[in-house]
């Protein structure tokens, strides 16, 4: 079975090492080539936009393509309109596999808006310090309330930096856990945090770390993703393979 897998994700890079060595899957995996160093991956891998869900359509035909696999982050919402597209032109099965979003729990103080303009709307007038827990081609509207500081931290450095006075920039890759997030937030003394609902534990730790220090998070909501058979875990993606593998032998395929 040929198998696409739309990534960067920890879950994308999950499933594909579970794939790598199986005789009955050939896998290739797809990333948009945001980052300039990407992790090593254990499958083939190319890199780039296929140019809008025809080019996703017509790689999938030319590359004889039996399922599509969205494993891309929740937030991607582009890519995933493009895979629904794609596998209906091209007539190859999708499936989706997209992590829960985070709940409230007991002390957490979430103020949930739609966009990142509403955002920057929610840290209101008076100085703040505000920790920016977003991709880094997201914080330009940052930039419209120069008043506060910020802390950004970010996978590759962010440049041109924000045209903002007040700005720290810290260069990392996930994941963070909860005493070192909590730590990071003590240190720059934050007192609000930016951040979209990405689920998992890679990046839960800033989030627990809020709820013990009490200090709100602005909440990016999630966007609307197509319709799709979808599974949210790893180990549901493989299950989900293995029958259609199954059935796909059954027929003699
Ligand atoms: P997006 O806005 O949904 O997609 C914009 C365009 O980037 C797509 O139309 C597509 O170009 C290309 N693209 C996106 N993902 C791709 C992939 N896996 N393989 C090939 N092309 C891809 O995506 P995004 O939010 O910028 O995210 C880009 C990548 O970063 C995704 O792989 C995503 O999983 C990962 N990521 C995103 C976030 C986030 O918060 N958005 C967080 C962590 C990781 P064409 O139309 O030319 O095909």
Redesign the pocket.
């Known amino acids: 079975m040929k198998i696409l897998i ?4 920890a879950e ?1 890079r999950a499933l594909a090492g579970a794939l790598a060595k199986r005789p009955d899957c050939a896998v290739t995996l ?5 980052t300039a160093k990407p992790l090593q991956q254990c499958v083939p891998t190319r ?6 869900a025809e ?2 359509a017509a790689f999938l035909r030319d590359e004889n393509i039996d399922v599509l696999i969205d494993a ?2 929740p ?6 309109a ?1 895979a629904a597209r794609a596998s209906e032109l091209a007539s190859v099965r999708l499936l989706a596999l997209r992590r829960p979003a985070w709940g409230k729990a007991q002390g957490d103080q979430w103020i949930e808006v739609e966009t990142i303009a509403d955002a920057v709307e929610a840290l209101g007038a008076a100085p703040r310090r505000a920790f920016l827990a977003l ?1 880094r ?2 914080i330009a509207p940052f930039e419209r309330a120069p008043q506060h500081t910020y802390l950004v931290r970010s996978v590759d450095p962010v440049d041109p930096p924000l045209a903002v006075p007040h700005a720290i920039y810290l260069t990392a890759r996930g994941s963070f856990n909860e005493a070192d997030d909590r730590a990071l937030l003590e240190r720059h003394r934050i007192d609000v945090i930016v951040a ?1 609902n ?1 689920g998992g534990d890679a990046s839960y730790g800033k989030i627990a770390g809020a709820r013990a220090l009490h200090l709100p998070v602005v909440m990016v909501k999630r966007p609307a993703l197509p319709e799709a058979a979808s599974v949210e875990t790893v180990e549901d993606a493989l299950a989900w393979l293995n029958h259609a593998i199954t059935a796909a032998a059954t027929r003699g395929v």
Do not use: V
């Open positions: 739309l990534g960067g994700t994308s797809s990333l948009a080539g945001r890199t780039g936009g296929f140019g809008g080019g996703l891309t982050h937030y991607a919402a582009q890519i995933s493009n991709g081609k997201e979209k990405s």
